[in-house]
């Protein structure tokens, strides 16, 4: 009778291939003045059902709604890229009430054209200054936390209020790229600038 050795994911992979150790699912939860922001949860799928369910929320990011299952694996995505990357997007969850108010966080998925930072928020919540107050915190984030030496945010030409966040933020345009089929402008930033030192 034959018998298989059990292999373990680090030996069936090449030592390049292997996951950082330690790399944990769960994010470090950070806080700003009136968010905190933490990993997603299952308590936060009908919220976040909700948010993409919306063609105003979804329309520049990716363009098509996504409902029930679709949704889901949209949410399941966001956590799994904790898993893989060791960083992703934070639930960002208003102090005040306990509501999801969006996704704010880091991507950089295979075929990526970088390490971004990113948001989306519900329609209810923008224009609060929301978005650029998570965003700045995580910018901070990434340069000093996690030495990145620099940051690029992914927006469609016609979505004017993100454009004004990375504005805000002091991102440039550096370019433009096509991601999921759509048209989108390359904002980046340097850890050495005026607003962050060197």
């Not at 009136?34 to 929320?57: G, I, K, P, S, W």
Request: net charge negative; proline share 5%.
């Amino acid at each position: 009778m034959k018998t298989f050795r059990r292999m373990s994911l680090r030996s069936a992979l090449p030592e390049s291939d292997w996951p950082a150790p330690d790399i944990r699912m769960y994010a470090t939860t950070l806080e700003t003045d009136r968010l905190l922001l933490r990993q997603f949860c299952e308590r936060d799928f009908a919220e976040y059902e909700r948010m993409t369910a919306n063609m105003d929320v979804m329309r520049y990011t990716g363009g098509k709604t996504c409902i029930g299952v679709e949704a889901w694996r949209h949410m399941a995505s966001l956590v799994g890229h904790w898993q893989l990357r060791g960083y992703g997007y934070y639930a960002a969850e208003s102090k005040a009430n306990g509501k999801l108010v969006g996704r704010i966080g880091f991507g950089n998925p295979t075929g990526w054209p970088g390490f971004e930072l990113g948001w989306t928020l519900a329609p209810e919540h923008q224009g609060h200054g929301f978005a650029t107050e998570a965003a700045r915190r995580l910018l901070d984030y990434a340069f000093d936390e996690m030495d990145r030496s620099h940051v690029i945010s992914l927006i469609h030409p016609d979505n004017t209020p993100s454009r004004r966040v990375a504005d805000r933020l002091g991102e440039k345009i550096e370019g433009e790229t096509e991601v999921l089929g759509m048209p989108v402008l390359i904002y980046g930033i340097d850890r050495i600038s005026p607003s962050h030192g060197v």
